[in-house]
């Protein structure tokens, strides 16, 4: 459905923003004046589960004459990424007890929050830009 082809590639990008203009864990901001709006965990809730189900969307659904599943398998994976980072990100904020996670996803989470947003932004501009290249 086209819905969700729109819809995950605004969620996408808005999450790869949202990431990269994050502050960082010691307080200080990526950008030099980052929107509030980003840092407002109402918005990191209600945004990592849009993008998380229009990820898991656009797995499940299939743009006519595209190919099953490969062919929205990068959108797919930079949807879940980021809404589990912006989840995450959300999760620490509200709640006193921290969650034991592996060091490798809290490195993933955490440290590499950025790495994510620019994964997410690249993801949303190709699936914009190559709408029938396999994996975009």
């Given at each position: 459905?086209?819905?969700?082809?729109?819809?995950?590639?605004?969620?996408?990008?808005?999450?790869?923003?949202?990431?990269?203009?994050?502050?960082?864990?010691?307080?200080?901001?990526?950008?030099?004046k980052?929107?509030?709006?980003?840092?407002?965990?109402?918005?990191?809730?209600?945004?990592?589960?849009?993008?998380?189900?229009?990820?898991?969307?656009?797995?499940?659904?299939?743009?006519?004459?595209?190919?099953?599943?490969?062919?929205?398998f990068?959108?797919?994976?930079?949807?879940?990424?980021?809404?589990?980072?912006?989840?995450?990100?959300?999760?620490?904020?509200?709640?006193?007890?921290?969650?034991?996670?592996?060091?490798?996803?809290?490195?993933?989470?955490v440290?590499?929050?950025?790495?994510?947003?620019?994964?997410?932004?690249?993801?949303?501009?190709?699936?914009?830009?190559?709408?029938?290249?396999?994996?975009?």
């Amino acid at each position: 459905m086209l819905q969700f082809y729109f819809f995950s590639i605004l969620f996408n990008t808005l999450t790869g923003i949202s990431l990269i203009t994050l502050k960082k864990k010691n307080g200080e901001p990526l950008v030099e004046k980052p929107i509030e709006l980003f840092e407002n965990p109402t918005y990191k809730l209600i945004l990592g589960i849009l993008t998380g189900f229009m990820g898991l969307m656009k797995l499940l659904s299939v743009v006519p004459n595209d190919v099953p599943i490969f062919g929205d398998f990068i959108p797919f994976v930079a949807g879940i990424l980021g809404a589990a980072v912006l989840l995450f990100d959300y999760n620490t904020e509200k709640n006193a007890v921290s969650i034991a996670i592996p060091s490798g996803v809290e490195n993933l989470l955490v440290k590499g929050r950025v790495f994510v947003g620019y994964f997410c932004i690249l993801a949303g501009v190709l699936h914009l830009l190559f709408p029938k290249v396999i994996f975009f």
